[in-house]
């Protein structure tokens, strides 16, 4: 008995330890998540600092605070409304005599987010303040963004590497195959490509010939913003034979980039720094040559905060993959955004809604949930606006119908109004592995959709119908809104991917311009005066777990900095990139609903990153029968 006490004893001292020690992680992680938080007082006379270390989207997804305390790669993303913002308050603030932008582990964004960025500097520089931008390598999504600055400074040992749209794409069939897995594909749409991977060694001539079309408007309107920007840059001739340019300049990269208008300067960093302290001074609390004053981006937006939570111009966000049931921010949860709207509209004197997409659809339940939630605050009387970022396609097109407006950019990736649904099925495998397979049925449709044997005649019949019934219904929402026959609207759909500036010709779209743009148009149907205007950015609150993990990651420095700088690492990185998008969107697609409405090459069109998963998927699972 003496020895149970002993050991009981021991159980309790253990269970009081680990008490203690996650109270003190706990304690930990909210101190340092408020050591972390961002500091209005922290504005400094000086220089702006956009230290962009991560990538540019509408709504960041929440990271895990625990990731984060114990120094894991979390991946850091910035909302390009804060972004935005934080440079339009900057060209109108004294305290700010320079905005500059360091892109060395700038980790792109779609298009036409970097238009709406790059007109924000460009605003910097008419209020006659200087944007100057660093990079030790630039790409095309860096590259986009510093020909907005007035001085683009390039390492001594970078160079500008712009590759354009374009490039590759991974198919599964042979694998399937040798795996012995059917891909059973029920679709509508000529060049509704999402299904090809799992159909096809290669892309078909229809899917190909829309995608040469949609790359060579993506790369036009590429190039007419850098023009605009910086008209000196040739561009076009040095991105057509860029070894010939190089070796017109002796072999020197940054002489090439530096000969042909696309820099300014080539110089090392405490360089760069001492022309940005020329213009916005030294950093007083230093004596580090080339540090400047500056404040940084955190710092700034929680002094000047976007949006305003008192205005009637209510603005919510559809972004990311579009799936059932609640999501996080940085996926698009139908039950989510829906509540989000109508509780928006129960609980604030709303007057219009602005609807900012950036997806490339999903679910359509989930998508059809959305338009349902926005036709309520239609029903209410309250004009609703869409605006389009970088990608509003397919399902992502679908939340836009119900808009009496739809704003788009030329470089914004639309269309693809088509439906699909894949279901895999293992009877090949289970041959391979000499399994066999029985049962009994009451209906022709009990234990269907059979995925041992492979769906029956009569369940793939019922799946292609419930495929063509929502393409149909699909055709007669895009025809109420935009005022067309459903013939009409079959014939610019097929699952065709359109570029912003076609989309507006054929009739998908209304106007060109940005969010801003969308607002005002917002006011003015509500008889309200742009001019005095703010939006209020409508958003799901964060669970204590989401606030805590963005008060701690609330600094810009991102932790060690360990990302590749120069530019021809950049694009070694595009196949690892490549593979990663692939299989994440198969992944995506089996284990995604039956049915979808779903542009899988617009998000690698616009350079938009990965879509996020479990890493369990149905996909890895494969991979796992090959690898084992």
């Not at 050591?35 to 922290?42: K, M, T, V």
Request: proline share 5%; net charge neutral.
């Amino acid at each position: 008995m003496r020895f149970l006490r002993g050991v009981w004893r021991v159980l309790v001292g253990v269970k009081d330890a680990l008490v203690l020690l996650f109270l003190l992680l706990f304690f930990g992680l909210i101190y340092a998540a408020l050591s972390a938080s961002p500091n209005a007082g922290a504005v400094r006379e000086g220089a702006l600092l956009l230290a962009l270390d991560g990538s540019i989207t509408e709504q960041p997804a929440p990271v895990d605070p625990f990731a984060l305390a114990s120094g894991g790669d979390v991946g850091r993303e910035y909302r390009l409304r804060d972004l935005v913002h934080a440079t339009e308050a900057a060209a109108t603030d004294d305290r700010i005599k320079a905005v500059v932008l360091d892109l060395d582990r700038f980790g792109g964004a779609g298009q036409t987010a970097l238009n709406d960025l790059g007109g924000a500097l460009d605003a910097v520089r008419r209020a006659n303040k200087p944007v100057l931008a660093y990079a030790t390598g630039y790409t095309d999504d860096g590259y986009q963004l510093a020909a907005h600055a007035s001085e683009v400074w390039l390492n001594p040992l970078g160079a500008v590497a712009v590759a354009g749209p374009g490039g590759n794409n991974l198919y599964f069939k042979g694998l399937l195959d040798r795996l012995g897995v059917t891909a059973n594909v029920y679709r509508v749409g000529t060049y509704k490509a999402a299904v090809e991977p799992f159909t096809r060694q290669d892309a078909s001539p229809e899917a190909e010939q829309n995608l040469q079309q949609l790359a060579g408007a993506l790369w036009s309107t590429y190039q007419d913003d850098v023009r605009r920007a910086r008209p000196k840059a040739q561009l076009a001739a040095y991105a057509a034979a860029p070894a010939r340019a190089v070796a017109s300049a002796g072999g020197d990269l940054g002489q090439a980039a530096l000969r042909f208008g696309l820099v300014d300067q080539v110089g090392d960093r405490t360089a760069f720094g001492r022309r940005v302290a020329e213009l916005a001074g030294d950093d007083p609390l230093t004596d580090i040559p080339g540090d400047y004053a500056h404040t940084k981006l955190s710092a700034w937006l929680a002094a000047n905060p976007a949006g305003d939570n008192r205005s009637q111009i209510g603005v919510v966000t559809v972004a990311g993959n579009i799936v059932d049931g609640d999501a996080q921010p940085g996926t698009a949860g139908g039950d989510r955004i829906a509540r989000t709207i109508r509780r928006a509209l129960d609980e604030r004197d709303l007057k219009a809604l602005v609807v900012r997409i950036d997806s490339g659809g999903g679910s359509v339940t989930a998508s059809e949930v959305i338009r349902q939630a926005i036709l309520d605050a239609k029903g209410r009387g309250i004009p609703v606006v869409a605006s389009m970022g970088s990608v509003a396609a397919s399902g992502g097109y679908w939340v836009a119908t119900p808009a009496s407006a739809i704003f788009a950019e030329p470089s914004t990736i639309t269309g693809s109004i088509g439906v699909f649904g894949v279901l895999p099925s293992f009877q090949g495998s289970l041959q391979k592995l000499d399994l066999g397979v029985d049962g009994v049925k009451t209906t022709p449709l009990s234990g269907e959709p059979d995925v041992l044997r492979g769906p029956s005649a009569e369940a793939n019949q019922l799946l292609q119908l419930g495929v063509e019934s929502t393409y149909r219904r699909f055709l007669n929402i895009v025809g109420k809104s935009r005022r067309m026959q459903p013939a009409r609207v079959d014939q610019i759909a097929q699952g065709r991917v359109w570029d912003g500036g076609t989309a507006r010709q054929i009739g998908l779209v209304d106007r060109f311009g940005g969010l801003s743009e969308a607002v005002a148009h917002a006011a003015r149907l509500a008889k309200l005066d742009p001019a005095n205007v703010r939006p209020a950015f409508i958003d799901a609150p964060l669970s204590l777990r989401e606030q805590l993990a963005e008060a701690f990651r609330g600094g810009d420095d991102g932790g060690e900095r360990t990302a590749r700088v120069d530019a021809f690492s950049r694009l070694a990185d595009r196949p690892e990139a490549l593979l990663a998008r692939a299989l994440a969107d198969a992944e995506v697609i089996l284990a995604g609903p039956a049915i979808q409405a779903r542009c899988l090459q617009c998000a690698t069109a616009a350079g938009t990153p990965a879509p996020r998963t479990t890493g369990g998927g149905l996909l890895a699972r494969l991979l796992g029968v090959v690898t084992a």
